[in-house]
């Protein structure tokens, strides 16, 4: 995005006098410029094993640094995974009650919509108004997926809108799938998006109490929603056994986060752009099952302002309908859409096919 052009070097006389000599100084600035990106984010003084590691990882031609503790913590959750899904499924002593499932069922309704209708569609986007009841209930929701602060979530997700597929983008889709999925959280962040970062607009989100709210008493209000609560209710409320109640929320949170994830990986990189075919993202209808409603990427991009997050609330936009429903009793209002008129004509002149077809 910012391609600095080189002029050739074409030969000038000097006369002798006329050269000066760089200061130290100049010669630092200089040379600074010329570091690539990965050893400005290089960490410092890591010793001598470290260092090695390090030469490696460039040479291996990662962009920026490995972090390896995220990975560490990635791989560990991925294991609890696979032995949860093992001791619950195949082993099947550890087979949840009915009542646990339908908990958790309901709760990742609650999640999602909380991550969808709340961090997503109302907190990043502003597509629509909501009653405190409502922003309380989304709270909830999002706090119960395991994620980051709401204040990090929404700044980050400005700055995937406004650098799609740049330097910028935090999870940016040209440096492959496996980046924009989870690889992202693995590296250290690009310079690019650290500095597009604190120049985003977040006055909306420190101004409002609830979220501040959040947000100072993050810590304790994330474990309490995502591992406290979900892991006694069930104990408490039907006597199931404190592991399989455990075991059985890993699994929830396990479909939560590869979902979400793969609004960044799968719909910037497969499905169709009926809207604009100039941008990445797609129109993928298998993960707006998944997501409900979240899928339709190449819309959402395309009209990031409209609260339904595609063209159309049916099929496979249980987050729209919801909000629709929220409508009816006004905890849900003043929501964006764009007109059928302006999508049509959008969808004519950028779109990858005829808008009828679509
Ligand atoms: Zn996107
Ligand atoms: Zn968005």
Known sequence: MKNGTMNKP??????PSLEREFTSKEIDQETQTKISVYDQLRPKNEGPFMSAVRELEKKAGFETP??????????????????SAYLIFIDRRYYPKRQTFIFLFSLTLLTTFGVTAGAHRLWSHRAYKAKIPL????????????????????????????????SADPHN??????????????????PDVLREAVKVDMS??????????????????????A???????PVVFWDERISVAFLA???????????????????????????????????NWVLSVFSIGEGWHNYHHTFPWDYKAAELAFPFNGTTNLLDLFAKVGWAYDRKMASPALIKNVAESKGDSPYNEI
């Open 227 to 233: 591992l406290v609560l979900p892991v006694l209710i």
């Open 66 to 83: 490995i972090v390896y503790f995220n990975i560490l913590v990635l791989v560990m959750f991925h294991v609890l995974i696979l032995v």
């Open 135 to 166: 922003q309380i209930m989304l709270l909830i929701g999002f706090l119960t997926a395991g994620m980051n602060d709401l204040y990090n979530w929404v700044r980050d997700h400005r700055v995937h809108h406004k650098f799609s597929e740049t």
């Open 249 to 283: 929320l890993v699994l929830k949170h396990a479909y939560i986060l590869h979902t979400m994830w793969s609004v960044n990986s799968f719909a910037h990189l497969y499905g169709n752009r009926p809207y604009n075919s100039k941008i990445n993202p797609r129109e």
């Open 173 to 190: 889709a040209t440096r492959g799938f496996f980046f924009s999925h989870v690889g992202w959280m693995m590296t250290k962040q690009h």
């Open 204 to 225: 909306d989100i420190e101004g409002n109490p609830l979220i501040r709210f959040h947000v100072r008493h993050f810590k304790i209000l994330k474990l309490l929603f």
């Open 10 to 15: 074409s030969e000038v006389e000097v006369k």
